[in-house]
């Protein structure tokens, strides 16, 4: 039976604890990127080479992508407040040790990471599903428009804030941050405490819970599955493609274990994550066109501030500040787009916001050593306000192709499907560009014979892998375009839960 939620029009500060909600999972999110500018600085600190620091970043998403599934049984099984708390606790606890981590003790930082990325896979999912419950059918276009407000933008800001604290110094909290790596943590350490105050007092248990017990066999399949398709995926930014050890033999090993969890899954009479939601069509479809949108973003991301800095030349903070317009366009049309999907569906909005992409996808194919940053800034501004138009309304659109009791299931599906797809789509990306740039890179004999030449050859060779990488994102961008006609015409609504089921 279920247990009893606190939804009473009386008890729920909607406002308050929506505001919560999005602060708490802001300050979580962004950590997912937030490092991005902080790796040079990182390997000096810790004495560590480029492939021992990326694994900050591998660790954090390997574990935010192992959670994800997880966060379906914990929103199930565990009350809506106490799991936010869990997740505001966790993540407070894995800042506070990245804070005070000593430089001799870089497991002890990876530790940490993986305490954030645990927060930020549940509270992803859990963000969706509340603002569902929160708000009904006719506004819930709007409540995730404020929930890809965060979801879009927290990863997007995360490499200029962490460049603007690394540039200088600031007086914050009483407290001279700045200048260091460990200010990136101790700056969000105190909001994330004061939200998890205030979470005390405002949050509500919205959500209905069930006494369910944890099958540990989807459990251990599910780990070992995706951490390591995830896993092998970050490896090929070191290591390549064709890599036995590290990258084909873990994704091979990956995929296998998670034909088999789906097959188990299928077979459950409660499954620890519903995978039957993809028979879904319209759920199958736009979950796919969300994961292109997650890769249109997140790749270019990733590859676009590498430009900035090894061809133009800008530090870490100047290229992050070139993108900051954009990142904010998806702030400011997020719940715009969700407004709209209330009133006219997803289907034209993903339809001009997927030829907004590739509009602004296909000039990067032709950027030079002297491309004017205002230029680069615009075009990546009109790439964010197609990603800010496209992003939640097919998310919502995704959650309204499912009965009203597969919420949490689908948001778990929907996230891990788009959690898999940005790995894969930027490790693909990334491999592509460093590909490119090795085969055309001139031999080391030039560099000693005639050094301005290899530089000059060098460079190129660098903008021809930049090339290659923003060609393969408009492609992504074309399928996507395509895949949108195939979608359902005007606003889904959710379907109440069969009766048969209820019954039973």
């Known amino acids: 039976m279920a247990d009893k939620t606190d939804n009473s029009e009386k008890s729920i500060n909607r406002p308050m604890m929506m505001a919560l909600l999005m602060i ?36 954090f998403l390997m574990v935010n992508g192992i959670m994800v599934p997880v966060s379906a049984f914990l929103i199930t099984r565990i009350p809506t407040k106490y799991l936010y708390l869990a997740a505001l606790t966790v993540y407070s606890i894995g800042t506070a040790v990245a804070w005070v981590t000593p430089t001799n003790a870089f497991w002890l930082l990876m530790v940490a990471r993986a305490l954030q990325a645990m927060a930020a896979g549940i509270v992803m999912p859990l963000m969706q599903v509340v603002a569902l419950t929160l708000f009904d059918a006719s506004s819930r276009g709007r409540a995730m428009g404020m929930v890809g407000l965060v979801i879009g933008m927290a990863p997007a800001i995360g490499p200029t804030l962490s460049g603007w604290i690394l540039d200088s110094k600031h007086h914050v909290w009483g407290m001279t941050l700045g200048g260091d790596w460990r200010s990136i943590f101790g700056l969000v350490l105190p909001l994330a405490l004061l939200a998890l105050v205030l979470s005390t007092v405002y949050f509500r248990n919205v959500l209905e819970t069930r006494k369910m017990s944890l099958d540990i066999r989807s459990l251990i399949e599910s780990t070992v599955g995706f951490g390591l398709l995830l896993f092998g995926s970050a490896m090929v930014s070191n290591y390549g493609w ?22 188990h899954q299928l077979h459950m009479e409660k499954p620890f994550l519903d995978v039957s939601v993809f028979a879904n069509k319209q759920f199958a479809l736009t979950s796919a066109l969300v994961s292109l949108t997650f890769i249109a973003m997140i790749g270019v991301e990733m590859v676009l501030p590498i430009y900035m800095q090894q061809v133009r030349g800008l530090s870490a903070f100047h290229s992050g500040l070139t993108l900051l317009p954009g990142a904010l366009m998806i702030g400011v049309l997020s719940p715009i787009a969700g407004y709209f999907y209330d009133l006219y569906g997803a289907k034209r909005l993903a339809g001009f916001g997927f030829f907004m992409i590739l509009l602004g996808t296909i000039p990067f194919q032709f950027l030079t050593t002297t491309t004017p940053t205002f230029y680069i800034t615009t075009l990546y501004m009109v790439r964010m306000v197609g990603i800010g138009i496209t992003m939640m309304p097919l998310t919502s659109s995704a959650m309204g192709a499912l009965h009203t009791d597969q919420t949490a299931q689908g948001t778990a599906a929907n996230n891990t499907a788009r959690q898999i797809a940005a790995s894969l789509g930027t490790a693909i ?40 990488s923003f060609l393969l994102a408009g492609c992504f961008a074309f399928v996507a375009f395509v895949l949108v006609f195939f979608m359902h015409n005007g606003k889904v609504n959710p379907t109440p839960e069969p009766k048969s089921k209820k019954e039973a």
């Open 242 to 263: 064709s890599n036995f050890t590290w990258v084909i033999a873990p994704m091979i090993v990956g995929v296998l274990v998670i034909a088999e969890f789906v097959r």
């Open 24 to 59: 708490g999972s802001f300050l979580i999110i962004i950590m997912q990127t937030s490092l991005g500018t902080a790796l040079p600085t990182l390997m000096t600190a810790f004495n560590v080479d480029t492939a021992t620091v990326q694994w900050l970043t591998t660790i």
């Open 429 to 468: 990306l990334a491999s592509v560009m460093q590909t490119q740039i090795n085969n055309n890179l001139p031999s080391d004999s030039l560099k000693t014979r005639d050094p301005l030449a290899y530089a000059s050859k060098a460079l190129n060779a660098s903008l021809d892998g930049f090339h290659a």
